[in-house]
């Protein structure tokens, strides 16, 4: 049997070594690591999956859904940090920041770019756990081309198409990364997916963590709606800030974003009621297409979630999610190595069988 998937790949994704992540003022060791991507494409190679290159993209749907100040940061960062003697010099060998732009640190002062980069660090990036070493940015950009890959299979009438990025992208706003994202791969999709010619985009994300960074880059527009279910951050989880049930779009996007958080220790039958619902709601849109913020760390096992749901969970999920629309899965979060395989082979089969493939012998 095979799974008629195809998983979209670029080997550069192995290339980024954050070097863990400073949590709460220490370093600890972290959990975003190559070994995530290589653990998943065993898995589906091993389910019989076909493994797709990722093609090397132009960067015009970068630069629309970011600010292309971003991209050119993330681009420049290692090598500003290097010429200025930063790990040589200093022992800091990671870009980490340490003063940010707040808005009320500027109280109404222009924003600056400030010359050293030691300083100009926290202008983009918004936490201390989101590193960047020597080959970040080509991992980041792999991630991109895989994602943009995936959405033009999609586009070129695949009915289901997987990109297995490294590192993960839904925290990543217009201006701003953090959360272990660098660029937003599912919004990236998204928009590919509308240059292309889709109308109505629906975008769901199940990872664990509210994806604060593709709400607010669809938060004023009604072309592509946004529905999440993620722990509570009220109880105290990350992003902190966004995931809130009353976030509801902004503009013309009002009405075009739905949170629903739910209680740590909630496990499938509460997070497929969630989902399901989420799913209703995306059906009434009648969507041309969806991408999936495929996080898998919402399962039992997982170190970064206080979330129960299991295997079949997941399986399930795939079934509701890929019924609705041609459908671009991207992952996201995931981070037990000794679970992430077969739960990201049961979503995956899900989706197949939501979207009506069968699997070859
Ligand atoms: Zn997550």
Same mark, same amino acid.
């Given at each position: 049997m095979s799974l008629p998937v195809p998983v979209v790949w670029s080997e550069d994704c192995l290339r980024h070594e954050p070097g863990g992540e400073v949590w709460l003022g220490v370093r600890d060791e972290g959990t975003e690591v190559p070994a995530r991507a290589l653990v998943l494409r065993a898995a589906l190679t091993a389910?019989?999956?076909?493994?797709?290159?990722?093609?090397?993209?132009?960067?015009?749907?970068?630069?629309?859904?970011?600010?292309?100040e971003l991209v050119d940061h993330l681009a420049g960062v290692w090598r500003d940090w290097e010429a200025a003697g930063l790990p040589a010099g200093y022992g800091r060998d990671r870009v980490v920041p340490y003063v940010f732009p707040t808005a009320g640190m500027l109280a109404g002062l222009p924003e600056r770019s400030p010359p050293a980069v030691h300083g100009r660090a926290g202008l983009y990036c918004y936490d201390t756990m989101t590193l960047v070493g020597p080959g970040s940015w080509p991992a980041i950009r792999g991630a991109a081309d895989a994602a943009l890959t995936a959405a033009g299979l999609v586009c070129s009438g695949e009915r289901l198409a997987y990109a297995l990025c490294r590192p993960p992208g839904h925290h990543v706003t217009r201006r701003a990364y953090g959360g272990s994202c660098y660029l937003n791969n599912a919004a990236i999709a998204a928009q590919a997916l509308r240059a292309a010619g889709a109308g109505q985009i629906v975008i769901l994300d199940i990872d664990a963590h509210h994806g604060n960074g593709t709400q607010m880059i669809f938060y004023d527009r009604a072309d592509v709606w946004y529905g999440s279910l993620h722990v509570d951050p009220g109880a105290g989880w990350f992003p902190h800030y966004a995931g809130y049930p009353e976030e509801r779009g902004r503009g013309e996007g009002e009405g075009f974003n739905r949170n629903r958080p739910?209680?740590?220790?909630?496990?499938?039958d509460d997070w497929? !009621? !969630?989902?399901?619902?989420?799913?209703d709601e995306a059906r009434a849109l009648e969507p041309d297409a969806v991408v999936v913020s495929l996080g898998l760390d919402a399962a039992a096992t997982d170190p970064e979630s206080p979330l129960c749901v299991t295997e079949a969970g997941y399986r399930t999920a795939g079934r509701l999610v890929a019924a609705l629309a041609p459908t671009v899965l991207v992952q996201e979060g995931g981070y037990d190595l000794a679970s992430l395989g077969g739960l990201a082979v049961a979503v995956l089969s899900g989706a197949a069988e939501g979207a009506g493939l069968r699997a070859s012998s």
């Open positions: 389910a019989g999956a076909l493994v797709v290159p990722a093609v090397r993209h132009g960067d015009e749907i970068l630069r629309t859904v970011h600010d292309p739910l209680a740590p220790g909630a496990g499938d497929l !009621a !969630a989902l399901s619902a989420l799913c």
